[in-house]
């Protein structure tokens, strides 16, 4: 196999041509790509289940809007705890996965991650790839890939970070932001 050049800690943002329905509009965070496949979440699929309902320790960690995000369609019993930790070192119980973003380990008490975050949110599930699917998806044109921000993880209005993330790019792909939800009524 070639070897595959390293997009952990871009953006996925679906085209509007991607037809599956768990990534209708989706942004992806990737948190690992290399040539034995991808792992990611998405970051705009607040599910009505606050964190306290299920992970009560954490739920005055988690960043507006307090609620458990669908990471996406694989192991949606599972939660994964994203946070942002500035600076050069983070606490035990958090592992950086690129920049000031990492991974928590949930069995930590919160108490000792707590002075030390600055975001965090809960994800069930994730979004995964096997090898060489997602450069497929990429070659058919099903995805963006584009920079993420440290906000990109906490932001307090994820329903519209579809087209945030979009209107911050660069030419005809800012265009794409406008892009109806039903293109049909148009």
């Known amino acids: 196999m070639t070897e595959v050049s390293s997009l952990t800690g871009r953006l996925l943002v679906a085209t509007p041509a991607l037809a599956d329905p768990n990534f209708d509009r989706a942004v992806v965070l990737l948190l690992d790509h290399d040539d034995e496949g991808s792992l990611g979440v998405v970051l705009n699929r607040p ?64 108490e000792l991650l707590g002075p030390a975050i600055g975001a965090l949110r809960i994800f069930a599930g994730y979004a995964g790839w096997g090898p060489g699917q997602l450069e497929s998806e990429l070659g058919d044109g099903a995805w963006y890939v584009v920079e993420s921000e440290p906000g990109d993880v906490s932001s307090p209005h994820p329903e519209s970070l579809w087209r945030q993330v979009l209107r911050r790019q660069r030419g005809e792909l800012a265009m794409v932001a406008t892009y109806p939800d039903d293109p049909s009524l148009n």
């Open 47 to 110: 599910t009505p289940i606050t964190v306290g309902d299920i992970l009560a320790p954490w739920a005055e960690l988690a960043g507006e809007p307090g609620v458990v995000f669908q990471g996406g369609p694989v192991s949606l019993d599972a939660a994964l705890g994203i946070a942002v930790i500035p600076g050069d070192e983070g606490p035990l119980g958090w592992r950086r996965v690129f920049g000031a973003i990492g991974l928590v380990d949930l069995e930590t008490p919160p």
